[in-house]
C-alpha cells in the first residue's frame, strides 16, 4: 500500500518544483525572449523569436537612450554606497554583539524602525536640503539616503553573524603571545570576511534597486541611475512605447544580480533569514 | 534595557570582566546614528514642521496649526489612497503568504535539484522593482503574453479592478518567493524527529501540519507577514511604473509624492507624509503587541 504510493509522491513534489521554478523564471525568459526580438516582431508571442535580433540592445547603448551613463551612475551609486555602508555598520554591530552598553534596545529598534519607514515622508524635506546644499543631480544625493536606508539591513546581517563567530578563538590567541591587534587581524578578520561578504551583496542589490530617491534627486544623465533610466526610455516615436529596448535593458541591468544570486545563493539566503528567525 | 539586566558570571568573565564598555560603545555608534538623525530623524522633524503651515504661491507661508491634518483627513483622495493601499496591503500579502507557504513546502522535501529551485527562487527576489514594474506593463499590453494565454482581452492597467490586480500579480510574482525563502528558514528549524515520532503514533500528513508544522513555523510566519505588511503599506515604485496611480491606484505613498512634488503642496502633502507613517508606525506597533513582543528580540540576546 505504502510502497504503491510513494513515486506518486515523487513525482507531485517533482510537478511542485517545476511549477515554483516554472513560476520565479518564466517573466525574466520573457524578458529575455522579447529583448531578443526584432523591432517589428516585438507584439509575437511564440516561445522562442522568429528572427533574433540585437537591435533592441544597439539601440540602448545608442546616442538617443546613452544607458551607458546610467549603468556608470548605478555602479557608481551602489558600489560606494556597499562600501560606506560596510565601514559605518561594522562599528555599531561589534558594539551591539560584544560589548555592555546602556541603550542597545533603543539602538535597535531605531534600526529596526528606520528600515521600515517609508521613504516618500523623508524624499521631499531631503530634496529641499539638499538643493540648498546643491546636491540635486549628484551622486551624493543618492549615496547619503541609500547608506542610511541600508544601514539597517547591515547591522542586521551583520550582527546576526557576528553573533555566531567564535570571540574566544581570539582570547585564546592572545593567551598565545598575540597582541589585541594581530589577535583581531589573524582571528576574527578572516573569520567575519564571509559575514561582511554577505552583508555587501545584500546592500549592493538594495542600492543598485533603488527608484524612489534616485527619480526625485536625479535630474539628467549625469546623474540618473538604470532603474530610472529604464523607465523614462523613448521610442522612435512619442507615441510608440519602447517595450523592445526596455526589455533589453531590463535585461542588462538584472544579469549582473542574477549571476550574483547564482554564484551566492547560500549566502544571500543566510543574509536574508538572518537574525529573523533565530531565538 | 537589556543592557542592565544582570548577565551570568561566566558570562561576563567571557567578555573580558568588564563592567561597561560606554564610551567604546558610543564612539561606534556614532557615525551611525549622526546618518540616521540626519537624513531620517531631520527630514522627519522638517516635515512635521512644515504641515503646521500653509502653501501660498507668492508670500511666506502662514502658520495654520492642523488645518492642514483636518483638511488631508476630510479630502477624498486621502481616503480613496488609504483604502487602496490597505486593499493591497491584505491581498497582496494574504497572496504572498499562502504562495510563498506552498513554495516553502515543496522545497523544504529532499530532492535532487533544490540548489537549482533556490537559485530561481532568488530571481524575482533579485530584478529591481523598477524593471518588474516595466516587465509586467509589457507582458500585460492588450496584444501581450497574459492575454494571449488566457485567450482574454483584458485592458490592464486602463480600468479600476485589472490596474488594481496587475499591481497585486507584479507585488506577488516579487516577493512571493522572499516570503517562501523565510519560511523554510523557519521549516528547516523543525526537528525531524517530531515528525517520525508523530507518524509512529498514527498521525496523518493533515494531523502532522496542523500539530507540528503550523505552530513551529508561526514565528517565521509572524515575521514574514509583519515585514510584508510594513512593506506594501509603503508602496510606491510598483504603481508609479505601472499605473502611474491612475484608474484608483494611488496609494498613500503615491499621493504625498503628487501632493509634495507635483502640486508643489510642501503644508498639505507634508501633513499627508506625516499620516502614512503614523498609519505605519501604529500598524507595526499593533502587530507586535498582538502577536507577541519575541519578534523584536534582539539578535544580541538571541543565544542557541
Given at each position: 500500500?505504502?510502497?504503491?504510493?510513494?513515486?506518486?509522491?515523487?513525482?507531485?513534489?517533482?510537478?511542485?518544483?517545476?511549477?515554483?521554478?516554472?513560476?520565479?523564471?518564466?517573466?525574466?525568459?520573457?524578458?529575455?525572449?522579447?529583448?531578443?526580438?526584432?523591432?517589428?516582431?516585438?507584439?509575437?508571442?511564440?516561445?522562442?523569436?522568429?528572427?533574433?535580433?540585437?537591435?533592441?540592445?544597439?539601440?540602448?547603448?545608442?546616442?538617443?537612450?546613452?544607458?551607458?551613463?546610467?549603468?556608470?551612475?548605478?555602479?557608481?551609486?551602489?558600489?560606494?554606497?556597499?562600501?560606506?555602508?560596510?565601514?559605518?555598520?561594522?562599528?555599531?554591530?561589534?558594539?551591539?554583539?560584544?560589548?555592555?552598553?546602556?541603550?542597545?534596545?533603543?539602538?535597535?529598534?531605531?534600526?529596526?524602525?528606520?528600515?521600515?519607514?517609508?521613504?516618500?515622508?523623508?524624499?521631499?524635506?531631503?530634496?529641499?536640503?539638499?538643493?540648498?546644499?546643491?546636491?540635486?543631480?549628484?551622486?551624493?544625493?543618492?549615496?547619503?539616503?541609500?547608506?542610511?536606508?541600508?544601514?539597517?539591513?547591515?547591522?542586521?546581517?551583520?550582527?546576526?553573524?557576528?553573533?555566531?563567530?567564535?570571540?574566544?578563538?581570539?582570547?585564546?590567541?592572545?593567551?598565545?603571545?598575540?597582541?589585541?591587534?594581530?589577535?583581531?587581524?589573524?582571528?576574527?578578520?578572516?573569520?567575519?570576511?564571509?559575514?561582511?561578504?554577505?552583508?555587501?551583496?545584500?546592500?549592493?542589490?538594495?542600492?543598485?534597486?533603488?527608484?524612489?530617491?534616485?527619480?526625485?534627486?536625479?535630474?539628467?544623465?549625469?546623474?540618473?541611475?538604470?532603474?530610472?533610466?529604464?523607465?523614462?526610455?523613448?521610442?522612435?516615436?512619442?507615441?510608440?512605447?519602447?517595450?523592445?529596448?526596455?526589455?533589453?535593458?531590463?535585461?542588462?541591468?538584472?544579469?549582473?544580480?542574477?549571476?550574483?544570486?547564482?554564484?551566492?545563493?547560500?549566502?544571500?539566503?543566510?543574509?536574508?533569514?538572518?537574525?529573523?528567525?533565530?531565538? | 534595557?537589556?543592557?542592565?539586566?544582570?548577565?551570568?558570571?561566566?558570562?561576563?568573565?567571557?567578555?573580558?570582566?568588564?563592567?561597561?564598555?560606554?564610551?567604546?560603545?558610543?564612539?561606534?555608534?556614532?557615525?551611525?546614528?549622526?546618518?540616521?538623525?540626519?537624513?531620517?530623524?531631520?527630514?522627519?522633524?522638517?516635515?512635521?514642521?512644515?504641515?503646521?503651515?500653509?502653501?501660498?504661491?507668492?508670500?511666506?507661508?502662514?502658520?495654520?496649526?492642523?488645518?492642514?491634518?483636518?483638511?488631508?483627513?476630510?479630502?477624498?483622495?486621502?481616503?480613496?489612497?488609504?483604502?487602496?493601499?490597505?486593499?493591497?496591503?491584505?491581498?497582496?500579502?494574504?497572496?504572498?503568504?499562502?504562495?510563498?507557504?506552498?513554495?516553502?513546502?515543496?522545497?523544504?522535501?529532499?530532492?535532487?535539484?533544490?540548489?537549482?529551485?533556490?537559485?530561481?527562487?532568488?530571481?524575482?527576489?533579485?530584478?529591481?522593482t523598477a524593471v518588474t514594474a516595466v516587465l509586467w506593463s509589457w507582458m500585460l499590453q492588450p496584444?501581450?503574453?497574459?492575454?494571449?494565454?488566457?485567450?482574454?482581452?483584458?485592458?490592464?492597467?486602463?480600468?479600476?479592478?485589472?490596474?488594481?490586480?496587475?499591481?497585486?500579480?507584479?507585488?506577488?510574482?516579487?516577493?512571493?518567493?522572499?516570503?517562501?525563502?523565510?519560511?523554510?528558514?523557519?521549516?528547516?528549524?523543525?526537528?525531524?524527529?517530531?515528525?517520525?515520532?508523530?507518524?509512529?503514533?498514527?498521525?496523518?500528513?493533515?494531523?502532522?501540519?496542523?500539530?507540528?508544522?503550523?505552530?513551529?513555523?508561526?514565528?517565521?510566519?509572524?515575521?514574514?507577514?509583519?515585514?510584508?505588511?510594513?512593506?506594501?503599506?509603503?508602496?510606491?515604485?510598483?504603481?508609479?511604473?505601472?499605473?502611474?496611480?491612475?484608474?484608483?491606484?494611488?496609494?498613500?505613498?503615491?499621493?504625498?509624492?503628487?501632493?509634495?512634488?507635483?502640486?508643489?503642496?510642501?503644508?498639505?502633502?507634508?501633513?499627508?507624509?506625516?499620516?502614512?507613517?503614523?498609519?505605519?508606525?501604529?500598524?507595526?506597533?499593533?502587530?507586535?503587541?498582538?502577536?507577541?513582543?519575541?519578534?523584536?528580540?534582539?539578535?544580541?540576546?538571541?543565544?542557541?
Amino acid at each position: 500500500m505504502r510502497r504503491a504510493r510513494l513515486p506518486w509522491r515523487a513525482i507531485g513534489v517533482g510537478a511542485g518544483g517545476l511549477l515554483v521554478i516554472a513560476f520565479c523564471l518564466a517573466p525574466f525568459y520573457w524578458m529575455v525572449v522579447s529583448s531578443l526580438r526584432a523591432p517589428h516582431a516585438i507584439f509575437e508571442n511564440s516561445l522562442l523569436p522568429s528572427t533574433l535580433s540585437l537591435e533592441n540592445y544597439r539601440a540602448i547603448f545608442g546616442s538617443r537612450n546613452s544607458f551607458a551613463w546610467a549603468l556608470r551612475n548605478s555602479v557608481v551609486i551602489a558600489t560606494t554606497t556597499t562600501a560606506v555602508a560596510m565601514v559605518l555598520g561594522a562599528l555599531p554591530a561589534y558594539a551591539i554583539v560584544r560589548l555592555r552598553f546602556r541603550g542597545k534596545l533603543l539602538l535597535l529598534v531605531a534600526v529596526l524602525v528606520t528600515a521600515r519607514f517609508p521613504g516618500v515622508a523623508i524624499v521631499t524635506p531631503l530634496f529641499e536640503t539638499f538643493a540648498d546644499l546643491g546636491w540635486i543631480d549628484r551622486y551624493p544625493a543618492m549615496i547619503v539616503p541609500d547608506v542610511a536606508f541600508a544601514l539597517p539591513l547591515t547591522i542586521w546581517v551583520l550582527t546576526s553573524f557576528l553573533a555566531e563567530m567564535p570571540w574566544d578563538l581570539a582570547g585564546a590567541a592572545q593567551v598565545d603571545g598575540c597582541t589585541p591587534g594581530q589577535a583581531f587581524r589573524t582571528v576574527i578578520l578572516p573569520l567575519a570576511a564571509p559575514g561582511v561578504f554577505t552583508a555587501a551583496i545584500l546592500v549592493f542589490i538594495y542600492a543598485w534597486n533603488e527608484y524612489l530617491v534616485a527619480s526625485v534627486m536625479s535630474q539628467t544623465l549625469a546623474s540618473q541611475p538604470v532603474t530610472v533610466a529604464i523607465a523614462k526610455f523613448t521610442g522612435e516615436s512619442q507615441f510608440q512605447q519602447p517595450f523592445g529596448t526596455r526589455m533589453a535593458a531590463g535585461v542588462v541591468v538584472t544579469v549582473p544580480l542574477v549571476a550574483l544570486v547564482l554564484l551566492f545563493q547560500r549566502r544571500i539566503v543566510a543574509g536574508l533569514t538572518a537574525g529573523a528567525l533565530k531565538g | 534595557m537589556s543592557s542592565s539586566r544582570p548577565r551570568p558570571a561566566a558570562e561576563r568573565a567571557a567578555r573580558g570582566g568588564r563592567r561597561s564598555d560606554g564610551p567604546l560603545a558610543l564612539w561606534l555608534t556614532l557615525p551611525t546614528l549622526v546618518v540616521l538623525g540626519l537624513v531620517v530623524g531631520y527630514p522627519v522633524a522638517r516635515a512635521c514642521y512644515r504641515s503646521l503651515f500653509d502653501d501660498p504661491i507668492t508670500v511666506a507661508p502662514h502658520f495654520v496649526g492642523l488645518a492642514n491634518y483636518a483638511a488631508a483627513l476630510a479630502s477624498v483622495e486621502f481616503r480613496a489612497a488609504l483604502v487602496v493601499t490597505l486593499f493591497f496591503t491584505v491581498v497582496s500579502v494574504a497572496l504572498e503568504i499562502v504562495l510563498g507557504f506552498a513554495m516553502a513546502l515543496v522545497m523544504h522535501r529532499e530532492m535532487r535539484g533544490r540548489g537549482w529551485i533556490r537559485a530561481a527562487i532568488l530571481v524575482p527576489w533579485a530584478i529591481p522593482t523598477a524593471v518588474t514594474a516595466v516587465l509586467w506593463s509589457w507582458m500585460l499590453q492588450p496584444a501581450g503574453i497574459v492575454n494571449h494565454l488566457l485567450g482574454a482581452n483584458i485592458l490592464w492597467t486602463a480600468s479600476a479592478w485589472p490596474a488594481k490586480l496587475a499591481i497585486v500579480i507584479a507585488d506577488v510574482w516579487k516577493t512571493a518567493p522572499f516570503v517562501a525563502l523565510l519560511l523554510l528558514a523557519g521549516l528547516e528549524l523543525i526537528p525531524d524527529e517530531l515528525y517520525e515520532a508523530a507518524k509512529l503514533d498514527g498521525a496523518g500528513a493533515r494531523q502532522r501540519f496542523a500539530t507540528i508544522t503550523l505552530p513551529l513555523v508561526r514565528r517565521a510566519l509572524l515575521v514574514a507577514v509583519l515585514f510584508r505588511v510594513l512593506d506594501v503599506l509603503r508602496i510606491y515604485d510598483l504603481p508609479a511604473l505601472l499605473t502611474g496611480g491612475a484608474n484608483d491606484t494611488t496609494t498613500l505613498s503615491l499621493l504625498v509624492v503628487r501632493a509634495t512634488i507635483g502640486n508643489l503642496q510642501p503644508g498639505y502633502g507634508s501633513a499627508l507624509s506625516t499620516l502614512t507613517s503614523v498609519l505605519i508606525l501604529v500598524v507595526g506597533i499593533a502587530f507586535v503587541r498582538a502577536l507577541g513582543v519575541d519578534l523584536m528580540a534582539a539578535p544580541a540576546e538571541e543565544k542557541g
